[in-house]
Structure formats: C-alpha cells, structure tokens
C-alpha cells in the first residue's frame, strides 16, 4: 500500500517559473523579478522567436532566455 495520496500537489520548479514569466513578458503583461519581487522592465522582446530579456529596476537582474512554443500559442 502506497503513502503517497493520489491528489498529489505538483511543485512548480524554477524553469517552470522562468519559462512562465518570459512568456508573461512576451504577451505584454507586467512582470516581477524572479530575485526580488520588484518590477522588471522588458528590454527586448522578439515575437517572431519568442526571445526576451527582461532586467528588474530594483536589483539590477538581468534574465533572458526563448520562450518555449506551447506557452506562446493561443489556445482555440
């Protein structure tokens, strides 16, 4: 018999959390630093290849990356 309930909560890791906000910068929608909470500012966004880079205004971070495709289709 297994401990385990069967309605486990799935943990979000930390590229789950990176690909998320990557794709909320991409779409336009405003962004908090991964680091600090403060509000990130998009640098550069490029639809076409999902590219974005992001830096937070408060701790200076910067986080880039491409946006992996399921997350930038719209779903019908």
């Given at each position: ?5 069967l ?9 789950d ?18 680091w600090?909470?403060?509000h990130?500012?998009?640098?550069a ?7 974005v880079?992001?830096?937070?205004s ?16 719209v779903p019908?």
């Open positions: 018999m297994s401990t385990m309930p309605a486990a909560a799935v943990q979000q890791t930390l590229a959390a990176v690909d998320e906000s990557l794709a909320a910068a991409l779409a336009g929608r405003d962004v908090s630093c991964l600090c909470g403060g990130a500012v998009v640098l966004a490029d639809l076409w290849s999902g590219a880079t992001t830096s937070c408060h701790c200076g971070s910067e986080m880039s990356g491409i946006v992996p495709r399921h997350l930038r289709e019908r």
